[in-house]
């Protein structure tokens, strides 16, 4: 059965680094896109980042911008999320999410387009 199996999470300082893991378990990497979006405590689940089927196109919120990077392994087979510069701004449940249709237009910041999401893992940042 098609389902996504996400990990990485954990406690980390402000300044250091986590990288999150996403794959869809029966699909190759290159049959979907991947977002991965974030909801941290008393707040709305918000877009942080997505990658399209080629790996070729990536998107990011501006609070992540040149902090985080979401990439292909496609020898692996999965997604990751390098974070990068952690604050304590970035303490959240972090989602993957799957996106296969590849037909129409990529609009990765809308969570309804996906398909298949990750249980979310917990990243906590302390001060």
């Known amino acids: 059965q098609v389902h996504v199996e996400e990990s990485g999470g954990g406690l980390v300082q402000a300044g250091g680094s986590l990288t999150l893991s996403c794959a869809v378990v029966?699909?190759?990497?290159?049959?979907?896109?991947m977002g991965w979006f974030r909801r941290a405590p008393g707040k709305e689940r918000e877009f942080v980042a997505a990658i399209n089927w080629s790996g070729g196109s990536t998107l990011y919120a501006d609070p992540v911008k040149g902090r985080f990077t979401v990439y292909k392994n496609h020898a692996e087979n999965t997604v990751h999320l390098h974070m990068n510069s952690l604050n304590p701004e970035d303490t959240a449940v972090y989602y993957c999410?799957?996106?296969?249709?590849?037909?129409?237009?990529?609009?990765?910041?809308?969570?309804?387009?996906?398909?298949?999401w990750g249980q979310g893992t917990q990243v906590t940042v302390s001060s």
């Open positions: 029966g699909r190759p990497v290159s049959t979907y896109a």
């Open positions: 999410a799957a996106d296969f249709d590849e037909v129409r237009s990529w609009s990765p910041r809308t969570s309804y387009e996906y398909h298949l």
